[in-house]
């Protein structure tokens, strides 16, 4: 290794280029006063000293003030090596916590050419899906990614599909595929979103059949993907018939994804389960609200699953009443509601929680 690549090395563990010098020197002396290292390198005897101290904080050299003249001692390589190496050791948990919170999702578009690509992006968009998934698919296509949906379903991944080109009334197999599935005779755009983040959509000729001249868009967005979202309940959702839908989940349980959570609510209230809610969060239209709330889950309204009661296609809402108010509750991005969440804890209303219920409506 020549000069310049071992000053550029040391250089990325925050020395100076004089500092550089200044080590390297006390390296080929091995230890010396504090003038003779300054006379080498070119600098100060009162730099070579101030310097000492901050090389000898991160353990390149040993300064031996005990003696008369004071000595400078460079420390073995190996020691050395093993300080950097054992700091960076415990940095690493730290800047890998800070890098996932803070790390910025980059924007890219893809332009898609080849139906084999097509199939290998949506794959990916499935295996990378931690929270929810809507996709809308060939009904002849879906073997091609059927393996990875349920995979996605094991993990607990949301899945809302669409199954096109298929009639509604013939017998479907789709447990284990998705959470709620629907299915429509006519042949729509292959659609998929990824955690409101990453989106593809693709011309049904390109998914259907090879050398089909059309191009899909591939891209990672997060101001755009909830716009394929609202697309995808606005204008297609609606239009398809109910095939599929998944038994409730055993409670307690938390729920990331607002939507499966207004899911899971549906159907326990339906079974005439009562249910409890704690909501983490904040108040949509103040910035002194409650950040939690705690309360009895009073009303649902959605448009997942039939028969429907939401006031437009892309309302899923928690009606909450708590000891204080009651709080109309939506997912990220909410507007209409009152408070904004982003986790849900559901369980079963205990008798206790129905009680007070019930004394807090004979008071009003």
Avoid: C
């Avoid at 006031?311 to 509601?337: C, H, I, R």
């Amino acid at each position: 290794m020549d000069d310049p690549t071992l000053t550029d090395l040391l250089r990325q563990f925050g020395l100076s280029d004089k500092e550089v010098d200044t080590y390297l020197t006390l390296l080929e002396h091995g230890e010396a006063k504090a003038s003779t290292i300054a006379e080498a390198a070119g600098v100060s005897k009162r730099y070579v000293y101030s310097i000492s101290e901050k090389l000898e904080e991160r353990g390149f050299v040993s300064v031996n003030d005990h003696v008369v003249p004071t000595t400078i001692r460079a420390n073995p390589p190996e020691s050395v090596i093993e300080t950097l190496s054992g700091n960076l050791d415990r940095m690493r948990p730290e800047l890998e916590e800070r890098y996932s919170q803070a790390a910025p999702q980059a924007d890219q578009f893809e332009v898609v050419k080849s139906r084999v690509t097509v199939i290998k992006r949506i794959k990916s968009l499935i295996r990378e899906a931690e929270n929810e998934l809507s996709l809308s698919l060939p009904y002849e296509q879906l073997p091609e990614v059927a393996d990875e949906l349920r995979e996605a379903v094991d993990r607990g991944v949301f899945v809302l599909l669409v199954v096109t080109g298929v009639d509604p009334e013939v017998e479907f197999d789709l447990d284990g595929v998705a959470s709620v599935a629907r299915a429509w005779r006519e042949l729509m755009p292959t659609m998929v979103t990824a955690d409101r983040v990453s989106s593809l959509i693709a011309p049904t000729e390109m998914i259907s059949r090879s050398n089909s001249g059309k191009q899909a868009i591939s891209f990672t967005q997060e101001q755009l993907s909830p716009v394929m979202v609202g697309s995808f309940f606005g204008n297609y959702w609606p239009s398809a018939t109910e095939v599929y839908v998944t038994e409730p989940d055993e409670l307690p349980g938390t729920y990331r994804d607002f939507r499966n959570a207004v899911l899971q609510a549906t159907l326990h209230l339906r079974d005439g389960t009562p249910l409890r809610a704690r909501v983490r969060g904040r108040t949509v239209h103040s910035d002194d609200g409650p950040t939690e709330l705690d309360g009895r889950v009073v009303e649902v309204r959605q448009g997942m699953i039939a028969p429907v009661n939401n006031d437009f296609p892309v309302q899923n809402t928690l009606v909450v009443e708590t000891d204080d108010d009651s709080y109309m509750v939506g997912g990220s991005g909410a507007f209409v509601e009152d408070f904004e969440a982003d986790e849900v804890d559901l369980s079963v209303a205990t008798e206790t929680d129905e009680d007070e219920g019930e004394d807090e409506t004979r008071e009003s």
